[in-house]
C-alpha cells in the first residue's frame, strides 16, 4: 500500500504564489508518472499537471507559464509551484501516483489540499 499526503495548500490573494507538496510513503517497488489534479464542488476532477520519472512535464493550457511541477525521486516528492494565482485556480488540488506494488499496479490519490485564491 502506497500513501501520498499533499502539503502546502492555503489562502492566497491573486497574484500569490504557493508551492504544493505530496509525498509518497509505504511498500512498493517504484512511482512513475506523478501528478496533480484538481477539482472544485459539482465539476470532475481535471489534470493539472504531470511529470514522468525522467522529468517530462505537460501542463493544462490554463496552467503553462504560471505552474512548474517537479520531482525529487530520491525523496518520493512531488511538487507543484504555482504563481500569479487566479481566482479560478481556487479548487481541491490532488497528488497522483502511478505505483507498482506486490498488491498495486496503477494510480493512488492523496486526500487533497485546498487552495483559494482571493480576488
Known amino acids: 500500500q502506497v500513501q501520498l499526503v499533499e502539503s502546502g495548500g492555503g489562502l492566497v490573494q491573486a497574484g500569490g504564489s504557493l508551492r504544493l507538496s505530496c509525498v509518497a510513503s509505504?511498500?512498493?517497488?517504484?512511482?512513475?508518472?506523478m501528478g496533480w489534479y484538481r477539482q472544485v464542488p459539482g465539476k470532475q476532477r481535471n489534470l493539472v499537471a504531470a511529470?514522468?520519472?525522467?522529468?517530462?512535464?505537460n501542463y493544462v493550457d490554463s496552467v503553462k507559464g504560471r505552474f512548474t511541477i517537479s520531482r525529487d525521486n530520491a525523496k518520493n516528492t512531488v511538487y507543484l509551484q504555482m504563481n500569479s494565482l487566479k481566482p479560478e485556480d481556487t479548487a481541491v488540488y490532488y497528488c497522483?501516483?502511478?505505483?507498482?506494488?506486490?498488491?498495486?499496479?496503477?494510480?493512488?490519490w492523496g486526500q487533497g489540499t485546498q487552495v483559494t485564491v482571493s480576488s
Open positions: 497522483n501516483a502511478f505505483v507498482l506494488s506486490e498488491k498495486q499496479i496503477g494510480t493512488s
Open positions: 509505504g511498500n512498493f517497488f517504484k512511482i512513475n508518472t
Open positions: 511529470i514522468t520519472t525522467d522529468g517530462i512535464t
